[in-house]
């Protein structure tokens, strides 16, 4: 692997530790080097925060040093006034003459200007390093950035037999088909997205959450499609805990809070379209679709969906609701004590 590729490579790690906390902004690392040796690296931690660039120059012992540094960085560095103040502008302000960048921000409002006031300003810009690699750790905010609407993943467990949902069930409670351990890797990635999906079936019938609890980390926004408005009052989705949107096909007679969000959408015939222009008003960059079978069965008919995450618990039905059927290509098989979890990619 050349140099270039190696500190990239660290670029990326660092930027992972902050999937789930800087939406909307997007997942960046940062590394600084002298003479082969990394003397400085951050990544962003949360929007609104300082990003990877000032976290990584801060993180110098001797700032002096800098002029004669390589900043390498996994995302182009900003060029415009936000909730912090431009990177490029803080890596000319250093002095920093090397410049190396993983792949261009499709952001407008940064695509392309922060490499230019770069070179403008005399430095030396390598770009298109790990390039691939780059743009899958960003995956969530490309897809919202490029196609208008949020990554999606679809997850569900079924039984062996291919059941998502037995015939009845005596309480208003999730029917977990999987072990607790799977149970807590769902809440991690609960954690990981700013979303969670679900129609007003599994409401009426599971009463979920919806929440993060299993694991350390942010609730996502919870979204319900409810077309006919028929999700009781007492719903666990109301309690308030997290900023909630209720998408429905009448007009609602209930008015918005700061937590409860409605919004109408107007045709059967393109739910998944639509409820993704709605998702891309809210500024909402990926989501996770949890069912039920009908909802998830939209957007696979739609093709719209990029990840299909897929249970198979070791229990069986006879009977019930059966599992989508799922196309696309295998990235992994893993086992889960009992449980065998597939993911899929949509190609």
């Not at 905010?141 to 569900?156: A, C, N």
């Not at 009426?204 to 980390?217: A, C, E, I, K, S």
């Not at 093709?303 to 009977?319: H, M, P």
Request: hydrophobic share 35%.
């Amino acid at each position: 692997m050349k140099q270039n590729e190696i500190y990239i490579k660290r670029c990326i790690e660092l930027a992972k530790n902050g999937l789930g906390s800087t939406y909307p902004n997007p997942l960046v690392g940062s590394v600084i080097v002298l003479n082969n040796r990394i003397i400085g690296e951050g990544w962003h931690y949360q929007a609104g925060k300082p990003h990877a660039e000032v976290n990584a120059i801060e993180s110098v012992k001797d700032s002096s040093t800098l002029k004669d540094a390589t900043i390498y960085v996994s995302l182009e560095p900003c060029s415009h006034f936000g909730k912090t103040p431009p990177c490029s502008d803080l890596i000319i302000q250093k002095g920093i003459k090397k410049v190396v960048i993983g792949t261009i921000d499709p952001f407008a409002k940064v695509s392309g200007n922060g490499i230019k006031k770069l070179i403008n300003a005399g430095c030396d810009v390598t770009v298109g390093v790990l390039e691939k690699e780059c743009k899958e750790l960003n995956t969530r905010f490309f897809t919202f950035h490029t196609q208008k609407r949020p990554y999606i993943i679809l997850k569900w467990a079924e039984t062996k037999d291919g059941y998502i949902a037995p015939v009845s069930k005596d309480k208003r409670e999730p029917f977990w088909i999987t072990n607790p351990y799977s149970k807590q890797i769902v809440h991690k990635w609960r954690s990981e997205e700013q979303a969670i999906l679900v129609g007003n079936k599994t409401v009426v019938l599971d009463n979920p959450q919806l929440t993060v609890r299993n694991w350390h980390g942010n609730h996502p926004i919870r979204v319900v499609i409810d077309r006919s408005g028929i999700i009781p009052d007492n719903s666990a989705v109301f309690d308030q805990t997290t900023k909630t949107i209720i998408i429905t096909s009448k007009e609602s007679t209930k008015k918005n809070t700061n937590t409860i969000i409605y919004e109408t959408i107007n045709t059967k015939d393109n739910l998944a379209a639509e409820v993704c222009e709605i998702l891309y008003k809210h500024n909402i960059q990926s989501i996770i679709i949890e069912g039920g079978t009908r909802t998830i069965l939209s957007f696979l008919n739609a093709n719209l969906w990029d990840e299909s995450r897929v249970f198979v618990g070791n229990s069986i039905f006879g009977a019930g609701t059966k599992a989508p059927d799922i196309s696309g290509k295998l990235i992994s098989t893993s086992q889960i004590i009992n449980d065998t979890l597939s993911i899929y990619h949509n190609d």
